[in-house]
């Protein structure tokens, strides 16, 4: 799987969007780009994933550049409970081994009042 | 609820003990996976099991095994157990098949064990 870079840490207001950054340009035609959080050392959630359109769904955004090396992560309307570590990682689905996912360091958001 | 279920939550042992975890995935979900969660390591993945047979594998030391059974659920068994062992230890699943298509994960809310 690709590697991903994310910063290390954010601050976002409360009710304004979270935009938060990965870097993966070593990413591959069929690895997909997924987001997960965890919030303090609870199960890791999953967020959304995509391949190379846009995605929405109830949780949040997904921007995926055109060249698919970067994306970004919107929280449309952040709140205190958003307040975790964001993992971005990157899986081929269609592999015997997609299951090697490896987390890196995520970015760690707080959301402030 | 993730439908992910682990057991036990907490366990406080002694080095040089064995412990089990027991992970049972989401209905339907053919994979399982094991992640470990230290204070200065993040999230390690450790090894995955898909319809009984070992699919992946990770940092997994050798006195660490794992077997998912015919009911789909999971143990993994953590023998010798050192100081440097204490952490999360987190079972996910997932919906993959024999063609390898894997979707998201979906994890237990994990065991935190504590070496004495």
């Given at each position: 799987d690709a590697k991903t870079t994310q910063p290390t840490s954010m601050d976002c207001a409360e009710g304004r969007a979270a935009n938060l950054p990965c870097n993966h340009s070593t990413i591959s035609g069929n690895e997909y780009v997924y987001w997960y959080r965890q919030i303090h050392s609870q199960g890791p959630q999953y967020i959304i994933h995509g391949l190379k359109n846009n995605e929405t769904n109830e949780m949040a955004s997904l921007i995926i550049t055109e060249d698919r090396k970067s994306s970004t992560l919107i929280l449309p309307h952040a709140t205190l409970r958003d307040t975790a570590v964001y993992y971005c990682i990157v899986r081929a689905?269609?592999?015997?081994?997609?299951?090697?996912s490896t987390f890196g360091d995520g970015t760690t958001l707080t959301v402030k009042p | 609820d993730s439908g992910v279920t682990q057991t036990p939550k907490h366990l406080i042992t002694a080095t040089g003990q064995r412990v089990t975890l027991r992970c049972s995935p989401r209905s339907g979900d053919l994979s399982v996976y094991w992640y470990q969660q230290s204070l200065d390591q993040g999230l390690q993945f450790l090894i995955q099991y898909y319809n009984g047979e070992e699919r992946a594998k990770g940092n997994i030391l050798e006195r660490f095994s794992a077997q998912q059974f015919p009911d789909l659920h999971s143990e993994l068994n953590l023998s010798s157990?050192?100081?440097?062992?204490?952490a999360l230890y987190f079972c996910a699943s997932s919906v993959a098949s024999?063609?390898?298509?894997s979707g998201e994960l979906f994890f237990g809310e994990g065991s935190r064990l504590t070496v004495l």
């Open positions: 689905i269609y592999n015997t081994n997609a299951g090697k | 157990l050192e100081l440097g062992d204490s024999l063609a390898g298509v």
